[in-house]
Structures are given as structure tokens and as C-alpha cells.
């Protein structure tokens, strides 16, 4: 697997992507969804990050912020993804007598050659930062995120996917999530 030099600019955003494990769809699972944004903004209000988009697919991520300080991109990330793994994969466990449940925990059983504390994984273990450096970047992210459930064949409009930020920008919508605007 390469190793990807990640850089950090000071004042820059970071456009972050990063997937479920072998793509796995678990976010078509409402009660994950709410969980996973809980769980974001938690992490923003102790982090002090601004989060100025997002979208939640059902196999991946993206999220446009702007830490402060710059390097604690990793520590956002890292946070984020050990605290929904766990519930997640413990919500899975205790209701296995559903079958998506049970199909989805068998996705993410690690193989047997693994060595790992944990015999599950959520997350692919990387994530991807981009650093936006302009306007017109910004702009590009948060129209990629928010037509990102269109292309995908989710929705017909980027309105009717709730997991985006698209509704707060568009129709001052905070019900699910504030975002932070710069000004």
C-alpha cells in the first residue's frame, strides 16, 4: 500500500474523505447516521474545529473543516472514527438476531490472518486530506459533496439527502446539523 505525505497549511481547510471497511453500506442505517453527526459535532464543540460541509453516504464520508490548529487533522479524524466504530459495531453485535445486522457484522469481520486487538473493523484505516487553498476550491468541495447522493442514484436532488450540509446552506436548515460559515 503507498504512504501518502500528508501536509497541513496553516489556514487552509482540509476537504477529508474516507471510507467503511470493504465499502461496507452501513450508513443506509438511519439510527447510524444520527449517531455519526452526533458524534461530530461532539467532536467539534471539544475540538474547536469549524466544520463547513459534510456529507454522510452510506459507504463513505466527506467533510470540509478547518481545524485549529492545522495538525490536529489526524487527531479529528482518529477521534471520529474510535468513537462510531465502537458503538456501531457493538449496536451490530447485540442485534444480530436482525439480518442486515448480522450481514453487516460478517462484512466486517477481519480475516483470520489479522492480527489485531479486535475482530471487527468500521473504517478503512486512512483517510484522505486535501488541502483547499482558494474560493473557488471551496466552492468545487461543497458542490461535489452536496451532488454527491445525486450522482450515486440516491436522490433526484441534492435537497432530499439529509446528511449533507447542502439543506443548511440552501434552505438555512440546522435541524440536523449546524455548519459554520466563514465569513
Partial sequence: MPFYKRT?????????????????????????????????????????????????????????????????????????????ATQIIKTLQENQQHPWCRKMLARLRLPPTVHDESHHRLWQRRFYPF???????????????????????????PGDWPWSSWRFYFLQDASILRMDRLE
Wanted: charged share 25%; proline share 6%; net charge positive.
Fill in 131 to 157: 488541502n483547499v487553498y482558494s474560493e473557488m476550491k471551496r466552492r468545487e468541495k461543497l458542490n461535489y459533496m452536496h451532488n454527491n447522493p445525486v450522482k450515486r442514484g440516491l436522490v433526484r436532488s
Fill in 8 to 84: 497541513y497549511s496553516l489556514g487552509q481547510l482540509q476537504f477529508i474523505t474516507t471510507s467503511t471497511y470493504r465499502r461496507s453500506p452501513l450508513f443506509l442505517s438511519e439510527h447510524f447516521c444520527r449517531f455519526f453527526v452526533q458524534t461530530l459535532e461532539e467532536l467539534r464543540k471539544e475540538m474547536k474545529f469549524l466544520l463547513i460541509g459534510r456529507v454522510l453516504m452510506p459507504d463513505h464520508f466527506h467533510l470540509l473543516l478547518k481545524p485549529q490548529p492545522v495538525e490536529t487533522t489526524p487527531l479529528i479524524l482518529k477521534g471520529l472514527k474510535e468513537q462510531t
